[in-house]
């Protein structure tokens, strides 16, 4: 699974994990979705971030521009964010999820979403270093 940066869409990738062949094994089911969260409205898996929010917003009457579909707008992003990233358990070579601190489990998840983007994960102790001496 990837984020789609064009669309904010949460997609499937070529990149390494379950093969169509494997199944969704390790991905959520769409039922954990945030959309799900809300009575008389049905979420639609296939629809982007952006399409789905407005949807809900409409069925919810939040006013686009709104405080409160702006809040509701944060908790959907968060939401969606801490259930495809930072709620799944990441392969970790000989390291029991079991043992891992909260925030080992959140760096766990940064480094998942470093990966998605097409960034390196690095080093904490290499990014102090390069602050302090330039590097």
Known sequence: MHLDLTTRKFCR????GPS?????????PPSQSHFAKFEHFT???AASFD??????ASS???VPGSQEY???????MREELELHYFSQPQQLDN???????????????????C????????????LIDAWGTGK
């Open 95 to 113: 390291i029991d999820e079991e043992e891992l601190s909260e925030e080992e489990r959140a760096l766990q998840g940064y480094h998942a979403l």
């Open 43 to 45: 979420p639609d898996d």
């Open 115 to 126: 990966r998605e983007v097409g960034i390196d994960p690095i080093n904490i102790v290499d």
């Open 70 to 76: 702006t809040r509701q707008r944060t908790i959907a």
């Open 13 to 16: 990738s070529q990149s390494p």
């Open 51 to 56: 399409d789905e929010f407005d949807r809900l």
């Open 60 to 62: 919810q009457q939040w």
């Open 20 to 28: 169509a062949d494997e199944g969704d094994e390790g991905l959520p």
